[in-house]
């Protein structure tokens, strides 16, 4: 288990140099100016560019020059400090407005793909080949494989403007009513995988031999279900959405962007938008490393919840 | 565009490969006595599946819509005029005009071009790499295993949208085919890992067989076996797993280019479609629906392809 976790973490801390010198090395490095770059189409003076190139030290040249650059760039992200936006907001700032609602819309997604997705699996999973069963695949299937870009404006139009059951979009502060639409599209992919993993599970573990000493022994078959089945078959769904969390915090781009939550991805959705070079990668570097930190808690997860997986 | 249509061809060709003439099959003919092989079984199963063939059919259709779009629509998709905007149906546009007073339906269709290109050519160049790495990894194992497998794993931690952002972001010119090219290169080097790991287990498979030992012992070399031998046997759960990547190619690149960092306009693509009909979605619907409708239904058409031949070609859901 250490000896896991340890390279496990190797792994991670070689994933995020990986990423963030491509990250660095695409927005900043081998640009004709650099000054220039990080001030937009603003004009620059003599001053303000002889202190840029003192602070990021521009003057270093060559495959050296840009490794430092590079570690300066890291030890500031390590350290909190993202720098400013090209509009002169710290990035930091606007991240901190930003996770609250985001966190709240990712936390709506998940639970909604829980109630929703884990007991239409069980069922479907218990009734295998059922109408129900049949029905739920192949509206899973159509849920899998419609693209946000094309459920989130669709959702925005009928639910939203055409027949107003939801607020078509949420604006600053919005409240749980205004995120619901948002969170349910957002969700609508975590469900489908949810559902089909449970259902997959649950199957499986029908046919175990654990279930047959429990229904021979007498238990009704509710008790099997709900304690024996249920509690082993969660194992790969809870994992799921744990890796799910890391992916709504990045995912919800669209989303975000679609229905005008003040998220993290609208920021960035904004960035993209606005060219802000900054920005973006600074809001990149953040997701980058939430990413990596979920998928590396979601493994070690893995270990530990299930006794028969052994990394060795 | 001949480019593209052999890439057309070649991608029809792979999605009817898998039910009627396997690669598999010339190791299997010579055996008189079994008198069905996999490949049979399989199409015995998909000839009676409705989803098949509903989504064949779609494939088919948007692949003949992206090669001759004339055949489709009359309408010239840049004739766009601002008196007729959001002009309702007329003169061969069915579904009306948009904002910019362009036939909504002619836009759609000429969509399908820079989608399928985007997808088939990101497919394409995924497989390439894909068989290359998981050949290389699988058949020599030790520690060429052990440096690929980690590459994957470092590869599939990086999350695909906001790679690509980044990565795009630096393409600062306009011109269609560099911008197409980019957002090609971008999937594929992202998008490898699954189809990569897929060949490498079924190489692992294939190498340990009696007809590989055979091969070696009557005097063939690595490279021979490699190409002969294994790469037939391996070549089908690949375009499976391609079949399925390719809808999300599609989708993936209507994504960059409703972010605005994949294709942009004059290049018509049903991302920067549906972008523009969000817009102005108050005021007429129809130029959001209509190119949502074309993209869902082709992204749906190769998942649920890619789909169904996978289960009939698993011997445990029989």
């Known amino acids: 288990m250490f000896r896991f976790i340890v390279r496990r973490l190797l792994q991670m801390v070689l994933a995020f140099f990986g990423t963030t010198l491509i990250v660095y090395a695409l927005m900043f490095a081998g640009q004709g100016d650099p000054i220039q770059a990080l001030a937009g189409e603003r004009p620059v003076t003599a001053a303000q560019r002889a202190y840029l190139t003192e602070k990021y030290h521009l003057d270093a040249t060559g495959v050296g020059g840009f490794f430092y650059r590079y570690f300066d760039y890291i030890s500031n992200l390590l350290r909190g400090d993202l720098g400013e936006s090209l509009t002169g907001r710290s990035i930091g700032d606007i991240l901190a407005a930003a996770w609250p609602v985001t966190i709240r819309l990712a936390l709506i997604a998940i639970a909604v793909a829980v109630i929703f997705g884990v007991t239409a699996g069980v069922l479907a999973g218990i009734r295998r080949a059922s109408v129900f069963d049949n029905a739920t695949l192949l509206l899973t299937l159509l849920v899998l494989g419609i693209p946000t870009i094309v459920l989130a404006p669709l959702a925005q139009y009928f639910l939203g403007v055409k027949w107003q059951i939801f607020p078509p979009t949420a604006g600053a502060d919005p409240d749980f009513f205004a995120l619901l639409l948002p969170g349910i599209v957002l969700g609508s992919l975590s469900l489908a995988t949810a559902l089909r993993l449970t259902r997959t599970s649950v199957a499986e573990n029908l046919r175990a031999d654990y279930v047959r000493t429990a229904r021979s022994k007498g238990l009704p078959n509710r008790r099997v279900v709900s304690v024996h089945v249920l509690r082993n078959s969660l194992i790969p769904v809870i994992t799921f959405l744990g890796v799910e969390v890391g992916n709504l915090m990045s995912g919800a781009i669209i989303t975000e962007g679609v229905f005008n939550i003040p998220g993290v991805g609208f920021n960035l959705f904004r960035g993209i938008r606005t060219e802000d070079g900054p920005l973006v990668v600074g809001i990149v570097s953040v997701l980058v490393v939430v990413y990596l930190v979920s998928n590396l808690v979601v493994d070690v997860l893995y270990a530990v919840l299930d006794p028969r997986i052994r990394y060795e | ?318």
């Open chain 2, 1 to 318: 565009m001949s480019d593209f249509e052999t890439v057309a061809a070649s991608e029809n060709q792979a999605a009817r490969r898998g039910p009627s003439g396997e690669p598999g099959t010339p190791n299997q003919v010579g055996r008189p006595r079994k008198p069905r092989s996999l490949a049979g079984d399989a199409w015995r199963d998909l000839r009676r599946k409705p989803i098949f063939w509903i989504s064949l059919i779609l494939v088919l259709l948007v692949t003949a819509m992206a090669a001759v779009p004339g055949l489709f629509t009359s309408n010239d998709p840049a004739d766009c005029v601002l008196s007729r905007q959001h002009a309702g149906p007329s003169g061969g546009a069915i579904f009306g005009y948009d904002f910019q007073g362009c036939d909504t339906y002619a836009r759609a269709v000429y969509g399908a071009r820079a989608s399928l290109l985007v997808g088939a050519l990101s497919a394409l160049f995924t497989g390439l790499i894909a068989l290359v790495v998981g050949m290389l990894a699988g058949y020599f194992g030790g520690w060429v295993d052990a440096v690929l497998s980690r590459v994957i794993d470092i590869v599939l931690g990086i999350p695909l949208l906001l790679a690509a952002i980044v990565l795009l972001k630096r393409i600062g010119s306009d011109s269609a085919t560099v911008r197409i090219a980019a957002v090609i290169f971008v999937l594929a080097v992202l998008g490898w890992t699954t189809a990569a790991r897929v060949v490498r287990s079924s190489v692992i498979t294939a190498r340990e067989q009696d007809y590989v030992a055979a091969a070696r012992m009557l005097g063939a070399g690595d490279g021979r076996i490699m190409w002969r031998h294994i790469l037939p046997n391996a070549l089908a759960p690949a375009i499976v797993v391609l079949t399925i990547a390719l809808g999300s190619f599609i989708a993936a690149e209507a994504t960059l280019s409703f972010l605005g960092i994949g294709l942009r306009e004059p290049t018509i693509s049903w991302g920067i479609e549906i972008n523009n009909g969000r817009v102005h979605m108050r005021e007429s619907a129809t130029p959001l629906v209509v190119p949502s409708a074309f993209l869902a239904l082709t992204v749906l058409a190769f998942i649920m392809l890619g789909d169904a031949i996978r289960d009939a070609f698993d011997p445990k859901l029989r």
